[in-house]
């Protein structure tokens, strides 16, 4: 599979095949974390359909109709209970003086509904009833254009049909800008069209585009094969039991229609929080991949990954009959392993799906990073499909020292350099150092990483020469 990209994000153009190993190294700021998420994105939108759909549907019913709508009626609901308590005349709150008690009270009753919980778990069907009985009455309110309009939009949504297209493109929306914050086209070249290309053996299976960091679906073919799930691996942290961000997450971004419906927002941090949650509960019962868990062995030692159920807490301990430690008490560089080796042992993380780690040498010594490489090449070897990005030069040596070794280099490695676009201000351009022969060329990133230590010894020859006054 392959995904291209053209003027999205800071990538002003990038081809990236998905054979096995993909590597994507560069320098800070060049676009390396935008391709695993927008991969992350298409895949979770591919395998949402059609399922996601009703739930992003719902969402959008509520936000875009029935919020507006509700906050028309809401006034109208409370000017109502407040006259009844005063028991004052609730006819003059509509331009009918006579009104019908009974029509009254079978109009407040629809009204609440539209404020209840059950308004998302009922029926397309049942809504468009409900609202119809409310546009019946609406010439009892004063307001009656405004509420009129409203309801005649809400019911026109529902009606809607929609088609694979549409509501691939509905979900596909709704994840990208949960992932991209709402930022999908290049913030200097905002008038630029974003085209993104998910394809197989040059078949299209998702073609998008974005104008305005609003996306359209171009093309959707639901019967071609791609990842059952995506998995971004992002930060060791969300290991502790206690994770800070993911709750102040929830929290900030609890809106009045997530309590409702009891919608659950996807993005990067949500997914692996709620996978590895799962993960920690199966790890004492479940046990996959035992060949490749052999290889955590020789970074934790004696040392175990225990998922406590007196108190349903993840721990750690140093052997069998040490203390039990808190996550957050270990290394970051054992919660970069612990992370991998729960989702792996638990069966979460599978073969038909895309692993995704961005720079997960952050957290690691040069040693276990060599040591990290090992294992993913081990993965990729036994069926696993990885996209990674780096700036180390340890880890990318040891991926293709471990690829050669695992006899997966010429097929199931992809090799890229990211770099800005010397032509264009703001973009950058991601290049196969591997050329359409054959030929692996990869002095590109090590001229990049190693620019640095140059620039440094040049500096230190010159210290070097004003201590000894040489010239």
């Known amino acids: 599979m392959e995904i291209k990209l053209r003027n999205f994000g800071k990538i002003k153009g990038a081809d990236i095949q998905l054979s096995g ?9 060049s676009g390396k974390s935008t391709v695993g998420k927008a991969l992350f994105a298409i895949i979770k939108s591919i395998a949402n359909y059609p399922d996601y759909f009703n739930q992003v549907n719902s969402e959008k019913l509520y936000r875009e109709y029935l919020k507006p709508l509700r906050l028309e009626l809401r006034e109208i609901d409370r000017l109502i209970m407040l006259s009844s308590r005063r028991k004052g005349n609730v006819a003059t709150l509509f331009d009918e003086p006579d009104i019908d008690k009974n029509k009254l009270q079978g109009l407040l009753e629809n009204i609440r509904k539209i404020f209840s919980r059950s308004m998302m778990r009922i029926t397309d069907e049942q809504k468009v009833k409900l609202l119809t009985n409310i546009y019946n009455n609406v010439d009892f309110f004063r307001n009656k254009e405004t509420v009129e309009e409203l309801i005649k939009n809400a019911i026109s949504f529902l009606n809607k049909g929609n088609d694979a297209k549409g509501k691939i493109q509905l979900i596909a929306s709704r994840i990208f800008q949960d992932v991209f914050e709402g930022s999908l086209n290049n913030s200097v070249h905002k008038k630029d069209i974003s085209l993104i290309n998910f394809e197989s053996d040059g078949s299209i299976i998702l073609s998008l585009s ?3 960091d609003t996306l359209n679906c171009n093309e959707f073919n639901d019967v071609l094969h791609t990842f059952s799930d995506a998995t971004l691996i992002d930060n060791p942290f969300l290991l502790e039991n206690d994770y800070n961000n993911y709750n102040d997450y929830k929290e900030f971004y609890t809106l009045e229609f997530d309590t409702i419906a009891g919608i659950k927002r996807l993005d990067t941090t949500t997914d692996l929080v709620e996978k590895e949650r799962l993960a920690a ?9 035992e060949d490749l868990l052999e290889e955590f062995k020789k970074v934790f030692s004696k040392a175990q990954f225990k998922y406590s159920t007196s108190d349903n807490r993840l721990k750690y301990k140093v052997n069998k009959t040490s203390k039990e430690l808190e996550i957050s008490n270990i290394a970051s560089g054992c919660k970069s392993f612990g992370l991998l ?10 073969k038909d799906s895309l692993i995704v780690f961005d720079e997960p ?4 010594h040069p040693e276990w990073q060599i040591k990290f490489a090992e294992i993913i090449c081990k993965m990729v070897k036994n069926g696993f499909y990885v996209l990674l990005t780096s700036h180390s030069p340890y880890m990318i040596q040891a991926l293709k020292t471990y690829s050669e070794k695992e006899g997966i280099f010429e097929n199931k490695v992809n090799f890229y350099f990211a770099a800005p676009d010397t032509k264009t201000e703001n973009y950058s351009i991601i290049e196969n150092v591997r050329d359409s022969n054959g030929n692996f060329d990869d002095s590109k990133i090590f001229k990049s990483l190693y620019a640095p230590i140059e620039e440094l010894n040049s500096i230190y020859a ?3 020469k004003k201590s000894t006054g040489s010239l």
Request: charged share 25%.
């Open 462 to 464: 010159e210290i070097y």
């Open 281 to 289: 509960k199966k790890l004492n019962k479940d046990s996959y991949y």
């Open 21 to 29: 190993l993909t590597l994507i190294a560069g320098p800070n700021d």
């Open 361 to 364: 040498e952050n957290h690691l």
């Open 341 to 350: 080796y729960i989702l792996l042992k638990t069966g979460v993380i599978t």
């Open 210 to 212: 974005s104008k305005d």
